[in-house]
């Protein structure tokens, strides 16, 4: 995998990194508890991050890709429609807005810039598709020490989110407004 | 729900980083359904929109 391919790869897992440590700040810090459409979101954000870690750990590869195309379009769906109920004049959306625009705003143009990434991604890879066609099977890739951190720190977020999802929601469902802790309450 | 999503999600991460491809993708795959079919389940309130 070319250098410039893993590092699009670790900007990427970094970007999903920081966005979710943006998502605990408003949580823990604001307050602001997220509904089950963000926390659908914060899904999405993860299961892109699978695609991340795949094509850092084993090579960057079509099949990787897809699952972060096919995270995005789930994405985009969680956040238009987030996005749909508050589209009216009048709304005040849910939230507090960042730089005029709520956060489920922000999530569906990072969605948007995910899929443009990768399709950048898969147009800089053409060297390494024409030795695949030649024979040659995609080698295992051991990932260097940076692309390892990067990797751990998005495992880390992640399972900081089930945690922190299962405190606030607890095994079952999430309130669609919610205001406190299930776990506190009880 | 998504706690449990958020737990496959990691551990389909922790086998990836392990190398072991077919496992992580398919607790992906689990994932990614559950997800899809927790979307469908809170996609209730109707749109005051017309196309």
């Known amino acids: ?186 | 729900m998504t706690a449990l999503i958020f737990l496959l999600v990691g551990i389909a991460m922790i086998l990836a980083l392990r190398g072991q491809r077919a496992l992580g993708m398919g607790l992906f795959a689990i994932a990614f359904v559950l997800s899809a079919m927790w979307l469908a389940h809170h996609m209730t309130d109707p749109l005051t929109l017309s196309f």
């Open chain 1, 1 to 186: 995998m070319s250098t410039l391919v893993r590092f699009g790869n670790a900007v990427g897992a970094l970007a999903i990194v920081g966005t979710l440590l943006a998502a605990f700040v408003f949580q823990f810090a604001l307050h602001e508890l997220p509904c089950p459409l963000c926390m659908l979101q914060r899904v999405a954000l993860a299961l892109c991050g699978v695609g991340y870690v795949l094509n850092l750990r084993l090579g960057s590869q079509p099949m990787h890709y897809g699952l972060i195309l096919l995270s995005a379009l789930f994405g985009l769906a969680a956040s238009g429609r987030h996005l749909a109920l508050h589209i009216l004049p009048g709304d005040k959306g849910f939230g507090s807005p960042v730089l005029g625009l709520h956060l489920y705003t922000w999530t569906l143009l990072f969605f948007l810039a995910t899929i443009a990434g990768v399709a950048v991604l898969l147009l800089l890879q053409t060297s390494e598709r024409a030795e695949r066609w030649i024979g040659h099977r995609p080698e295992r890739h051991a990932a260097g020490t940076l692309s390892r951190l990067v990797c751990w720190l998005l495992i880390l977020v992640v399972l900081g989110n089930a945690v922190a999802s299962f405190v606030q929601c607890g095994p079952i469902e999430c309130s669609d407004n919610p205001t406190s802790y299930w776990l506190l309450r009880r």
